[in-house]
């Protein structure tokens, strides 16, 4: 266990580029800061995007605390469920492809798999197929071991209950779903999921901190994940060893908070779906009786007092309203680690924060909005 001092945060703050609004970055700096002094987390990298040029990449606290490195602008973190939107955008550029249909039944993909013909791609998109999420029953499934693809799916399909009501009348978020999306790529494209975004995204849109995460492979600036220690303000511990085969199209990412500004710049001006496609991906989906879906009506995240939370689930994005401006993003939690992305579109603002511990990144994220709104 480890205790950060609040000194070091700005000790280890480090900035990478020249034309920064210094006014701005005063009031980001303030309100960083102030979360970091409260031992939120380890370490916190922030990128600010507007009108597509990165205003803000900046680094706060430790990458690693044993080795005493601090977070940079291009510090590597793991992403968790922002993963997410990549897997759904794997499965549009199929379905433009004619490949496959975001219609189509489960059953199509899954012959085998219970009730799968009473699911569509749409409602796993959408987490409204009822799919119980298998991280919510950890033990069932280990994450501390290599599983191939094929091994994952038919731990899924052993999941007691498996579904957790009936498809397309609720929405509950699920992990198991993502994963099942994946795998669908990875049969439909011939390839890896990891190499099938390695040449049709991160190579294409130019993002060459993005990866599918590899445990067993060296990466360059790559932050440590921590814990913190219950009931002891600052204190933290190494996070728990866990497998990327367990998370994979679900949440196995690592990036950069300038990669995935450059990906949400890149999904939103067309240059990764039609625009006709990222227009589906973006609306929130439906119900089977005709309505729309909202978080708020099933198990949503927590959202910190003042921050209003997302209303919609599309396809691998969130949509809502932050300080009346429309939102679209996500977060993503997995061991150590915590990260959101939210672009608001009126204002051509994209705000990335990464946390190299579980929690916080909401609370990061509405702060940095905070400064960028708030005149």
């Not at 990466?219 to 994940?225: D, E, I, M, Q, T």
Request: net charge neutral; hydrophobic share 40%; charged share 20%.
């Amino acid at each position: 266990m480890f205790k950060i001092v609040c000194v070091a945060v700005s000790l280890f703050a480090t900035a990478a580029f020249a034309q920064t609004d210094t006014a701005l970055e005063a009031r980001v700096d303030a309100a960083v800061n102030k979360l970091m002094a409260e031992g939120r987390t380890v370490g916190t990298e922030v990128g600010i995007m507007r009108d597509g040029r990165m205003i803000l990449s900046k680094g706060y606290g430790l990458a690693n605390i044993e080795l005493n490195v601090p977070v940079k602008p291009d510090t590597v973190f793991r992403i968790g469920s922002i993963t997410k939107q990549f897997t759904a955008a794997a499965i549009l550029m199929l379905a433009e492809e004619k490949k496959i249909a975001v219609d189509d039944k489960l059953s199509k993909y899954f012959p085998d798999f219970p009730r799968a013909d009473e699911v569509t791609l749409r409602m796993v998109l959408n987490h409204t197929s009822g799919l119980h999420n298998y991280t919510d029953s950890a033990a069932d499934i280990d994450q501390h071991k290599d599983m191939t693809t094929a091994e994952m799916v038919r731990n899924i399909q052993k999941l007691s209950p498996l579904y957790d009501f009936e498809p397309g009348t609720q929405y509950r978020y699920s992990n198991s779903g993502y994963f099942l999306l994946g795998a669908i790529v990875e049969k439909m494209s011939a390839q890896s999921l990891s190499a099938f975004l390695k040449v049709r995204v991160f190579d294409k849109v130019g993002l060459p901190q993005t990866a599918m995460d590899d445990v067993l492979e060296i990466v360059p600036n790559r932050a440590a994940g921590y814990d913190a220690v219950k009931d002891k303000k600052g204190v933290f511990k190494n996070t728990t060893y866990a497998s990327m085969t367990w998370p994979a199209g679900a949440g196995a990412m690592r990036s950069t908070v300038g990669d995935l500004a450059k990906w949400h710049a890149a999904l939103f001006s067309g240059k990764v779906l039609k625009p006709e496609t990222f227009a589906d991906m973006t609306m929130p989906g439906r119900f089977k009786n005709g309505e729309v879906v909202n978080t708020r009506a099933g198990a949503t995240r927590q959202s910190p007092p003042g921050q209003e939370p997302p209303t919609g689930y599309a396809m691998g994005l969130m949509t809502g309203t932050f300080m009346g401006q429309p939102r679209i993003g996500h977060s993503g939690s997995i061991d150590g680690f915590n990260a959101m992305i939210n672009t608001y579109p009126q204002a051509k603002v994209t705000i990335v924060v990464l946390n190299n511990t579980i929690g916080q990144s909401a609370e990061f994220e509405a702060a940095v909005a905070h400064a960028v709104f708030d005149k």
